[in-house]
Nanobody, 125 residues
Framework: QLQASGGGLVQAGGSLRLSCAASGFTFDDYAIGWFRQAPGKEREGVSCISSSDGSTYYAASVKGRFTISSDNAKNTVHLQMNRLEPEDTGVYYC????????????????????WGQGTLVTVSS
C-alpha cells in the first residue's frame, strides 16, 4: 500500500513537501516515483529514487526546485517542492516498482506496479 500526503494550496514561489508512505512490500530493491497529472494533460514523471544505489531522476521542469529523498527507517519517500509555479498544479501520485529500474524507465508510468491514491497540489499565481 502506498499513501501519498502533503498536498495543498500554495502561492507561487512557496513550498510543499509531499510524502509517500509504503507498507506491506518486501522487495530488496525498489524504486519510488512521483508523477503528476494536470487537468486535460497526460500523467508525467516528476522524480524517482532507486533504493539500490540512491540514484535519482528529475524532470527538466522541476530540476533545481524539487528534491526527492528516502527515509528508509520509516519506509517513506519525500518530495520537497520549492519555488512552486502555477504549472506545477496537479494531482501528484507516488508509485512503486519492485526491483531495479533502469535510468531510462524512471519517468515512465508503465514501469511502476503499485500506485498511491494521489494528493492535490494547487499553486496560485
Amino acid at each position: 500500500q502506498l499513501q501519498a500526503s502533503g498536498g495543498g494550496l500554495v502561492q507561487a514561489g512557496g513550498s510543499l513537501r509531499l510524502s509517500c508512505a509504503a507498507s506491506g512490500f518486501t522487495f530488496d530493491d525498489y524504486a519510488i516515483g512521483w508523477f503528476r497529472q494536470a487537468p486535460g494533460k497526460e500523467r508525467e514523471g516528476v522524480s524517482c529514487i532507486s533504493s539500490s544505489d540512491g540514484s535519482t531522476y528529475y524532470a527538466a521542469s522541476v530540476k533545481g526546485r524539487f528534491t526527492i529523498s528516502s527515509d528508509n527507517a520509516k519506509n517513506t519517500v519525500h518530495l520537497q517542492m520549492n519555488r512552486l509555479e502555477p504549472e506545477d498544479t496537479g494531482v501528484y501520485y507516488c508509485a512503486l516498482r519492485g526491483g531495479r529500474i533502469i535510468a531510462s524507465a524512471q519517468n515512465r508510468a508503465g514501469s511502476f506496479d503499485y500506485w498511491g491514491q494521489g494528493t492535490l497540489v494547487t499553486v496560485s499565481s
